[in-house]
Every structure is written in C-alpha cells, then in structure tokens.
C-alpha cells in the first residue's frame, strides 16, 4: 500500500508485533530494512538507562538498529513502573541531562539512527538545547487543525527539529480522543467541497505544514482512504479558515500531574503555560 514508517514504543506492546511484520517482509523480499523507517520510544521508567531499554526493544523487534529513538515524555518514574497511568508512588524527579546523555550514548553505539523527543513545549525545547550535545532531530506532539502548535513550529523550525504530529486526527477510536476534527463543520465543508473525507483534509493540512504526521489504522480502506491525502490540494482559503479555528487540546496529560511526587503540579506547569 506504500506505508513505510512504523511508530511503536514499550508502553504500547506492539514492538514484537511490528518486528514480526516486517521481518516475515523483509525475508520473502517484498522490503529491504532500508526501505523502512521504525520509531520506538523510551518509556518513562526507563530513565536511568536507556541503552539497555533500547537494547530490549531491539530484541522485541528482531532489529539491528532502529532509525528514531524518542524520550516518550518529560517525566520519570520508578524502574519497573509499566503502566500507561501511573501511580502517584511511581514519580522520579527528572534529570533531563541525565537522560539524554543515555540517549546520545544509544546513538554513538549504532543503536539508532536519530533520537528526538515527545510532548515537549517550546520552553523545554530551549531548555533542553543548553545541554544536549547532539540536538533532537524531532519532536512528536499533539498537533491537527484545532491545535496547530504555531509557537511550537517556529521554535522548532529556529533549531532545524523535525515536528512530528499525533493525533493528527484528533485520535477517534482512542479512550483519550476525541471526534472533534474530523466531526467540525468547517473541515467537513473543506472536505465535501474538494469532494473528499474530512479526515483527508485534517491530514493533508498537517502535511502542508511541513509535518509528518502519525495515525493508526487496522481498517483497509481508510489505510487507502488516509494515504491518498497526499493528492489532495487546498487552496489558500481553506488554509485562512483552518487558522481560525477556535483551538482545544486532546491529549493533556491530567494523568502526570499531582501536588505531590510529580515535577508538575497544575497541567500548565507540564506545557510551560502554552495551552
């Protein structure tokens, strides 16, 4: 069908599963390795060593080398702390130094080709870049056409960081998302003027951006359905009514905050006030 970058990570338990997949492709030679982009993620309690749980999730996928490694986010919990939620308990105080050292060690050892981040505002992109000897080359966050991540991408754009975007579709069929881009009247109208979905529009939007964006599919025909976005075209006027959107943010990570154990307290403390 033409997809060719995979996005796993530990907390979602699809590494084997991806490994499999494109291993049984690789052998009957419908792909070579090269021909693939796989992005896996370093899970929260993993911190303290990121080489060895990039070491293990190469082992979950049967692979050499994975071409992106990103920290999944800017928290830290207890090692062994495996759920997707975690306890007030499982929190760590984070050394974000600390932990990309690891992840550039990960890079220097040919275990991956480029290492990023996740769900990182603009403020601790900045921060960040004090210390990190090698740069992220992305940086994966919420982004579609009710939260465009304006700030962010200038940010980004300044220092050459990849934005990537998830949900680009605001992640319907998810526990945490919402239907709310693809059901808006004005992506709908976009949509049934250039005789397309609205799911086509959000996406292509996101590639006019200069994004990449990430989305999950199990169905055929929207795989089919999402890839043909690429031929849509729109026009400057669609562009200029996208922009005026009022904006909302879907995933706002409540569950990394607490006035306890965790580094942030409020949830504008976790975004650096850019929500």
Sequence with gaps: MGYRHFDTAKIYGSEPAVGNALRRAIEDQSIRREDVFVTSKLWSADHHDPVSALKQ???????????????????????????????????????????????????????????????????????????????????????????????????????????????????????????????????????????????????????SRGSSVILKSFNPERLKENITSFNLKLDDEDMVEIEKLEERKIMRGEFLVNDTTSPYRTIQDLWDYEI
């Design 57 to 207: 999730t190469l082992r979950k996928l049967g692979m050499k080398y994975i071409d992106m490694y990103l920290v999944h986010w800017p928290v830290k919990l207890k090692p062994g702390a495996c759920n997707a939620v975690p306890r007030e308990e499982e929190f760590e105080q984070l050394d974000m130094e600390t932990t990309w050292t690891g992840m550039e060690r990960c890079l220097e050892m040919g275990l991956c080709r480029c290492i990023g981040v996740r769900n990182f505002s603009s403020k601790k992109i900045e921060d960040f870049l004090d210390f990190a000897s090698v740069p992220p080359a992305v940086n994966q966050v919420e982004m579609h056409p009710m939260w465009r991540q304006r700030k962010l991408r200038e940010i980004c754009g300044e220092y050459n960081i990849h934005v990537s975007a998830y949900p680009p579709l605001g992640g319907p069929g998810n526990a945490w998302g919402s239907t709310a881009v693809v059901d808006n009247p004005l992506i709908k109208s976009i949509a049934l003027k250039h005789q397309a979905t609205p799911a086509q529009v959000a996406l292509k939007w996101g590639i």
